[in-house]
């Protein structure tokens, strides 16, 4: 897929506007590589489990009731940055 096509699927999945899904097609080839065929799976249709030092997609979007996509970008943090897991691994505060 190209950087259009990509960006279209990221609009109707996601229910931005173009030019934010245009931003955010060009950030998901900035991925960490760990998360590559997990993007390419997505892109296809799929939604891929991944986790990573007990923090894994679904529950990042529990937590932040985010878009699966969101959480790619999310976890790709995470695994440039391990300690960004502490914050899904506390349980988490009821208000």
Known sequence: MNINQVARK????TNVDMGT???MAIQLEK???DLKSIVDTWLNG???PFE???VSL???????K?????A???MSSILNEPELAKAYLRPQVRQ
Do not use: Q, S, W
């Not at 679904?58 to 932040?64: F, G």
């Open 66 to 70: 985010c878009h699966y996509l969101h």
């Open 72 to 74: 790619i970008f999310c």
């Open 52 to 54: 990573f030092g007990g």
């Open 46 to 48: 799929l939604e891929t």
């Open 58 to 64: 679904e529950k990042i979007m529990r937590r932040n």
């Open 31 to 33: 991925v960490h590589p």
């Open 10 to 13: 990221i609009a109707d999945e």
């Open 21 to 23: 899904a245009e931003a």
